[in-house]
């Protein structure tokens, strides 16, 4: 069956468990992201899971981002189709996946949900006036993801859940950051406004490309926060399993580089999107092997 990023009313509602487990390990596989969303140095178990909560995740944004019609309204279809995921009933791939997941792991429903509302405040809410309201955008958009890959470890404490959240709202951040130009062609800034008048900033500069010096100060400011969150979760690295830990390096490594490739653009995020390059990624997969392997980390 073909993976498509398709509206939830015509996804194919006839799988079983495990067609729509394999539906999922698809979808997640035809996504982009810098890394592999499932490494093979998870534990295997965990795989098939992982594909099932990254593939929620992702069909979520789909929605909010990419369908066609009315989006709030298939944005309130799938979020019934979560609550019959998670009390049994459900009728579409995913959720017939998600149905057996959150069975056999502590995955609460509050996660998925706020996913769901950050996509629903993508499609009302197009400025942030403070940075503050761009972090609580954060807490519904970047840390519920965190939370659910620390479920499947069997995490739920205060004290990694506040870790995981650093570094989920630095590496979206990183994100925002990087797509400055890109969200803004979809109609939306998170940038903060109070940021553009305090570096004299001007909106439009965004759509003319317009990188000036001032526009670049602001995203130095902004890259620093973002670099600010990473260190505050760091040490979540050492508080999981060694199983965990080279996949939080990765991704953490993973959104650093795109802060340094930002700064290698002296903060022009305008006239090209920063990326890094496929001989960096695998630097930065070398590096937290010796680091997993030489010592025992």
Not at 132 to 148: F, H, K, R, T
Request: some cysteine; hydrophobic content about 40%; glycine content about 6%.
């Amino acid at each position: 069956m073909t993976v498509q990023r398709e509206p939830l009313a015509t996804c194919d509602a006839s799988l079983d468990l495990e067609e729509a487990t394999a539906w999922c390990e698809r979808y997640a596989k035809s996504q982009y992201e810098n890394f592999s969303v499932v490494t093979r140095f998870l534990p295997k178990p965990l795989h098939g899971p992982m594909y099932v909560v990254y593939s929620f995740c992702r069909y979520t944004d789909d929605l909010g981002d990419e369908a066609e019609g009315d989006r709030l309204a298939l944005l309130d279809a799938w979020d019934a189709e979560l609550h019959r995921a998670f009390e049994g009933g459900a009728e579409f791939p995913i959720g017939v996946a998600l149905s057996q997941v959150v069975r056999d792991y502590p995955l609460t429903l509050d996660p998925f949900e706020r996913l769901i509302e950050a996509n629903r405040r993508d499609q009302t809410q197009s400025r942030y006036e403070t940075f503050q309201d761009v972090l609580d955008y954060c807490d519904y958009s970047a840390n519920p993801v965190g939370e659910m890959v620390l479920g499947l470890f069997g995490y739920d404490d205060e004290f990694r859940i506040a870790l995981s959240n650093s570094t989920c709202t630095a590496l979206q951040l990183t994100n925002h950051w990087q797509d400055v130009a890109r969200d803004y062609a979809m109609g939306r800034m998170y940038l903060p406004l109070e940021d553009l008048r305090h570096f004299s900033v001007d909106e439009g500069q965004i759509p003319a490309r317009d990188a000036n010096a001032a526009f670049r100060q602001m995203m130095r400011f902004e890259a620093d926060r973002a670099e600010a969150f990473f260190r505050q979760g760091e040490p979540l690295i050492e508080h999981v399993e060694r199983d965990l830990r080279l996949d939080l390096r990765l991704f953490t490594a993973g959104g650093r580089a795109i802060l340094r490739a930002i700064e290698r653009q002296d903060y022009d995020v305008l006239s090209r999107r920063p990326t890094t390059s496929s001989r960096q990624k695998l630097w930065m997969l070398t590096q937290a092997l010796v680091r997993r392997y030489a010592l025992g980390m």
